[in-house]
């Protein structure tokens, strides 16, 4: 896979206003370079099919930005269609001014067109943003294309891993291969749970080590776990780091009980939440599209991710509790209270993580999601993430959303969605919004 490109193509004509053309030719170039290292620019203008294609002959973008410089008919855009696959981001100027005199750019007329060869070439799968390179409208989508579009491609370079199968009645998490490929460009790999647990039963005291010591540094109350139970909990935390590292897996969901208790005697929960601080999205109960939602996140805030359930509201104060058994990230708790670690909650056996997460003035809540048909579909809402002690016994975080609670979640139960959600410690709806699009997803707001 080649390195990410934006590239920036400005088309036009020369019989329009060039001293005005090429003043937001260059303020185009500073608003792009402000908001990403990947961009790729001509030297000038593109007033020309044969300037077009000559610049068109040294890139391989991951994003176009087309911009109107002028008024360009839409063979101009139908160069660029015809040669590249990547999404396109359709970019139209203001009038730099209406004085009754010259028309100086005429770059809406010039959008009609090159959007009439948008919907030829793409049946509409385009973004749009009319406006001037100095509006914070558009910096904001230009940004948040950006973003969704290099996502895109690194879901194409993406191996996942699903580790063991979903416990029954939990089969909205179990993904195909295929369909992951086809639909996202991930690789989906599958390993039995029993192989991880026998690999990790071979390990020594010794060869664990080091993953004791770095659990400790990052948690408190490691110690009230019984020394057995730690010293399997580190044979686990080597056997998934090194299945991870060896095969180069990025997202994972992880199948935990009963085998975890019934086979292995120690729960895998605080094993996830030590990959989720390592970067590698890990999922519990099995769930390949919550991980795959988790990666999603933690690619576009560069932050862990919290997985759970919903489980409490309450309309008076406008909130919705996200909880699970014990797999969040360490980076994500209170710090006035730290990793806690406690014992799974129904099975009273440790470690697992039991604490409340920290605050966010703005998360997003997010879900790859799938209907019965097959299609799949995005879960998105938006809130904050209060300063909530825990909960319940495991991990929580309680969210104040931006719509009423109590309609995100009749809504969303009438809607058939699936019980896991990811809480996204950052504002990236908007992304996501547009990788949905690019991808052809159903976005479902809430």
Wanted: charged share 20%; proline share 4%.
């Amino acid at each position: 896979m080649s390195k990410f490109q934006v590239a920036y193509i400005p088309v036009g004509v020369p019989t329009f206003h060039l001293e005005s053309a090429q003043v937001e030719f260059e303020k185009s170039i500073k608003t792009i370079s402000s908001i990403t290292e990947d961009g790729v620019y001509p030297d000038k203008m593109l007033l020309s099919i044969d300037d077009l294609c000559s610049f068109l002959d040294t890139i391989d973008p991951g994003l176009v930005i087309l911009q109107n410089i002028t008024f360009a008919n839409s063979a101009y855009a139908s160069e660029v269609l015809k040669r590249f696959s990547c999404p396109v981001l359709l970019w139209t100027l203001r009038e730099p001014v209406i004085d009754g005199g010259r028309l100086r750019l005429n770059s809406l007329t010039g959008a009609y067109s090159a959007a009439n060869a948008l919907m030829s070439f793409r049946d509409g799968n385009f973004e749009y943003i009319f406006g001037g390179p100095d509006e914070e409208k558009v910096k904001a989508k230009l940004q948040a294309a950006v973003k969704a579009a290099k996502l895109k491609q690194d879901l194409t370079q993406l191996k996942m891993a699903s580790v063991g199968h979903t416990p029954q009645g939990f089969g909205f998490g179990r993904a195909l291969d295929i369909d992951m490929l086809n639909t996202f460009g991930v690789t989906l790999d599958s390993i039995e749970a029993r192989e991880l647990i026998d690999q990790a039963k071979a390990y020594t005291d010794e060869d664990c080590e080091e993953y004791l010591k770095e659990m400790k540094g990052c948690t408190v109350g490691l110690e009230k776990t019984p020394d057995q139970n730690l010293k399997d909990f580190a044979r686990l935390c080597k056997a998934y780091k090194d299945y991870v590292v060896n095969n180069n897996i990025g997202a994972l969901s992880s199948r935990c009980w009963p085998d975890f208790f019934t086979a292995f005697g120690t729960p895998v929960c605080a094993v996830l939440a030590m990959l989720n601080d390592l970067g590698v999205a890990a999922s519990c109960e099995a769930d390949a599209y919550g991980a795959l939602s988790m990666y999603m996140g933690m690619n576009l805030t560069g932050n862990a991710v919290f997985f759970g359930d919903p489980v409490s509201l309450d309309e008076e104060e406008n909130t919705i509790t996200y909880w699970h058994c014990g797999t969040a990230a360490c980076s994500l708790a209170h710090p006035a209270e730290g990793a806690q670690i406690g014992v799974h909650p129904n099975r009273k056996i440790g470690p697992a993580m039991d604490f409340g997460c920290k605050p966010c003035e703005k998360v997003t809540i997010f879900r790859v999601g799938r209907k019965a048909d097959g299609s799949f579909r995005f879960f998105l809402s938006s809130g904050e993430a209060l300063d909530k002690p825990k909960q319940f016994i495991g991990t929580s975080v309680v969210v104040k959303t931006k719509n009423a609670s109590i309609d995100v979640v009749n809504q969303s139960v009438l809607d058939g969605w699936e019980p896991h959600f990811a809480v996204i410690y950052g504002d990236v709806k908007a992304e996501l919004e547009i990788l949905g699009h690019m991808l052809g997803i159903e976005i479902c707001e809430y």
